[in-house]
């Protein structure tokens, strides 16, 4: 039954029924927190909280409660288990982006840093495009335009080892437009 909601969830978010979606996502979600809370099923139910996180940003933006308790509730389950840091860089980013849509300007450049200490020590060019992105954002926001220079910078220099179809489909943005905004 879990993979049915998820699969239904994902299916209404492709067709921009993103209010669908979340219910869907939330079912599946308290399927899986019913189980016996094994790595397996924290892991479900951290991929199925970065999809209820995108469902409810689409539907409220990303400063909004609903998004925020979904994407602190996959922090949590990110934290508990270093294996699942593949997912860590959507974590960071919607964590990132609700404190920075909110005007949580410190509180965004702490996940930024977080981001990047991560993606630091993970090593893959996508981890630390999107953290290097995330840093610039949140220098940028706070004024600090040499450090945002300097990040940006080193996002740049990682356009050629992206994965841009992947990134794109995690986050919802081409990796050079988001960069070249600024």
């Known amino acids: 039954a879990i993979d049915c909601w998820q699969r239904a969830g994902r299916a209404a978010l492709a067709k921009s029924a993103y209010v669908e979606a979340a219910g869907?996502?939330?079912?599946?979600?308290?399927l899986v927190q019913?189980?016996?809370g094994s790595v397996d099923h924290q892991t479900q139910e951290l991929e199925?909280?970065?999809?209820?996180?995108?469902a409810h940003f689409a539907a409220h933006g990303y400063g909004?409660?609903?998004?925020?308790?979904?994407?602190?509730?996959a922090d949590?389950?990110?934290?508990?288990?270093?294996?699942?840091a593949r997912l860590g860089s959507r974590v960071h980013y919607g964590l990132f982006a609700g404190y920075a849509t909110r005007a949580e300007l410190g509180q965004a450049l702490q996940?930024?840093?977080?981001?990047?200490?991560?993606?630091?020590?993970q090593g893959t060019p996508d981890a630390l495009f999107c953290a290097h992105r995330m840093m610039a954002g949140a220098?940028?926001?706070?004024?600090?335009?040499?450090?945002?220079?300097?990040?940006?910078?080193?996002a740049s220099a990682l356009l050629d080892s992206l994965d841009h179809d992947a990134i794109a489909a995690d986050f919802g943005?081409?990796?050079a437009g988001s960069i070249f905004i600024y």
């Open 24 to 30: 869907y996502f939330d079912n599946a979600i308290a």
């Open 34 to 36: 019913a189980q016996d």
């Open 48 to 54: 199925l909280q970065l999809w209820l996180g995108q």
């Open 64 to 73: 909004a409660a609903p998004t925020l308790r979904a994407f602190t509730r």
């Open 76 to 84: 949590a389950l990110l934290d508990a288990s270093p294996q699942r």
């Open 111 to 121: 996940r930024a840093t977080k981001a990047l200490a991560a993606a630091t020590s």
């Open 139 to 154: 220098h940028m926001f706070l004024g600090n335009l040499d450090s945002a220079r300097t990040h940006l910078d080193a």
């Open 173 to 175: 943005w081409d990796p």
